[in-house]
Each structure stands twice: as structure tokens, then as C-alpha cells.
């Protein structure tokens, strides 16, 4: 896959949020927050996960960084969303019973979105991480460990509502590359192929996006 350049990238006054040494990331922060404020099924989402009262419990990836591109880009808000992935860590049940539980509970909560919510349990996803993709998974530590294994680092972003009710974020890679709309690699798991399926995709959906290829260093 080569380098794809945007050629129109109307982003506002949102626009150097995408250039890492024109905002902090403080900046990056505080305006995510304010965004996903504004987008009401997010926020359902965030306060249903919270009365649930999952452990350690995150909305993350597509349901924040294609929501962020919509509104950058002045498209519908479901556009191009396949789902909304809430993840949780409960290392004291690894069944899928157990999981499945979850489901249903999380399901009820929003039954406005049930066809849009994908839940799991991050402790067990080394269990059938092989036989579904082909390579092996080590067991994780915690749901934000998770996020350092996404195909694409512009992937690992994670809200949440904190004790007051406000978004707590988490972005072990930083948020420029959210804003700039750059999709660039991770290389921690050999995920090429599921990077460049996931670019081209979204390519088609946002052709704003400036697709690093998966073969670039640094």
C-alpha cells in the first residue's frame, strides 16, 4: 500500500490539533472531551457502561475516532460506524457464559444500539484470539493493554466517565494523529493485513484520510 495524501481536509479551526507541535496534547484532550459531550448515543453509551458497573470498563477505537472524523468532516454521525466496542477486564470469570451475561446486560441498557454494540471481556481474548486470526495473543494485564495491540495506532483511544461524571480519555499513542486523520501503523502484533483491510475501508468511507503505509519506519 502506498502513502495517500489527502487532498481536502476541511477541518476548522480543529485543524492543527492534527500537527503535534501546533497543540498539546492537554489541547487534544480537552477538545475530544468536548466533542464526544456533544454526541448524545456516546454519551448514553459512556453512562450505561458506568451503572453496569463493569470493571474496568472502556468505550473505545471506532466508536471515538469515526465519530471525531464525522464531525470534522460535517458527515452524519453514524457514518461509516460498524460498531461501538466496549471492553472490560474480568479476570475472575473467563467463560464465555460469563461474557455473554455481560452482553445481555450492557444490550439492555441500550436497547436503542444493540445492533451497533460489540462487548468483551479483554482477560479472555487470548483464549480464541488464534483460532479466529491465525497467530497467537498473549493474555493481557488490563483493557488499556489492549489498546497497545490495535493494528493502528490512531485506533487506541478509550473514554469513559469518571466518579464525577466527567470523560476520562485514554491514548497511549497521543490524539494528533485522530485529528490530523492519519492512519498510521502499530507494529507490536504483525497485523499488516488487518491494517490495510481497515485502511482501504475507511479510505472509501473518509477520502480525506492519509493512509501511512504499514512498511513506514519511524
Known amino acids: ?26 489541547e487534544r484532550l480537552a477538545r475530544l472531551q468536548d466533542l464526544l ?16 458497573s463493569l470493571p474496568d470498563a472502556w468505550l473505545v477505537s471506532g466508536g471515538i475516532y469515526q465519530t471525531v472524523w464525522n464531525i470534522l468532516t460535517n458527515r452524519p454521525l453514524f457514518h461509516g460506524i460498524k460498531d461501538f466496542d466496549v471492553i472490560y477486564f474480568d479476570g475472575t470469570d473467563l467463560s464465555y457464559a460469563a461474557e455473554d451475561s455481560v452482553i445481555s446486560k450492557v444490550n439492555a441498557a441500550l436497547p436503542q444500539l444493540t445492533n451497533l454494540l ?23 494485564d488490563c483493557s488499556m493493554d489492549a489498546l497497545t495491540t490495535y493494528a493502528a495506532r490512531t ?8 466518579p464525577d461524571g466527567g470523560i476520562v480519555l485514554h491514548a497511549p499513542f497521543g490524539l494528533a494523529n485522530l485529528f490530523g486523520m ?11 493485513e488487518t491494517y490495510e483491510e481497515k485502511a482501504e475501508r ?10 501511512v ?3 513506514a519506519t519511524g
Open 1 to 26: 500500500m502506498t502513502s495517500t495524501a489527502a487532498n481536502n481536509r476541511p477541518f476548522g479551526a480543529d485543524a492543527r490539533l492534527g500537527d503535534p507541535y501546533a497543540a498539546s496534547e492537554e
Open 37 to 52: 459531550q456533544g454526541v448524545p448515543h456516546v454519551m448514553d453509551i459512556l453512562m450505561a457502561v458506568l451503572d453496569v
Open 118 to 140: 460489540e462487548v468483551r471481556n479483554q482477560a479472555r481474548v487470548h483464549l480464541w484470539y488464534e483460532e479466529r486470526f491465525g497467530r497467537p495473543y498473549r493474555p493481557l
Open 155 to 162: 485506533h487506541a483511544v478509550a473514554a469513559r466517565l469518571g
Open 182 to 192: 492519519r492512519l498510521v501503523p502499530n507494529h507490536a502484533l504483525n497485523n499488516r
Open 202 to 211: 475507511m479510505k472509501r468511507l473518509w477520502p480525506e484520510l492519509e493512509i
Open 213 to 215: 503505509p504499514w512498511t
